[in-house]
């Protein structure tokens, strides 16, 4: 499962200076068309809300084998979410657009990255690719 938090779905409009052109339209279909080549099937998801977020981490227990997780500024303030990526047990590879550790101090703070399999950030679209590769060779080798 790919999951995207808030403000996203904004994406190619959106300070493109930091996020790039790239839509979030554009990120699935390279999604999809790396994960043909990998030989697995994707759900791509994106919500502005935090509780819808957690009901798909919850709801992704029973039918993925991992999640690609870019939480937006969710990353920075929800322990909400840190405990349902616990809960559910799966391993989640948190990626970025940016590198967030290269911008706002607020920023370099991730509740996702102590319950995740790894960070990816600041390679853009790319990322989700990275990300797709490892969690396919994480499962794998499990």
């Known amino acids: 499962m790919i999951l995207n938090g808030p403000n996203l779905n904004l994406l190619g409009t959106r300070q493109p200076e930091v996020y790039?052109?790239?839509?979030?339209?554009?990120?699935?279909?390279?999604?999809?068309d790396a994960a043909k080549s990998l030989g697995v099937t994707l759900e791509f998801a994106q919500s502005?809300?935090?509780?819808m977020l957690i009901d798909q981490i919850h709801a992704a227990k029973s039918s993925q084998d991992g999640i690609i997780l870019n939480a937006g500024a969710?990353?920075?303030?929800?322990?909400?979410?840190?405990?349902?990526?616990?809960?559910?047990?799966?391993?989640?590879?948190?990626?970025?657009?940016?590198?967030?550790h290269a911008r706002e101090t607020f920023r370099h703070k991730?509740?996702?990255?102590?319950?995740?399999?790894?960070?990816?950030?600041?390679?853009?679209?790319t990322g989700y690719i990275l990300a797709l590769h490892a969690l396919k060779e994480h499962i794998s080798s499990s």
């Open 20 to 32: 790039g052109a790239t839509t979030l339209a554009d990120i699935e279909v390279m999604c999809r």
């Open 48 to 51: 502005n809300h935090e509780g």
């Open 74 to 100: 969710y990353t920075h303030t929800s322990v909400a979410i840190m405990d349902a990526i616990a809960s559910v047990e799966l391993p989640v590879v948190e990626v970025h657009l940016s590198n967030i």
């Open 110 to 125: 991730s509740y996702i990255a102590p319950v995740a399999l790894g960070q990816i950030c600041g390679f853009g679209a």
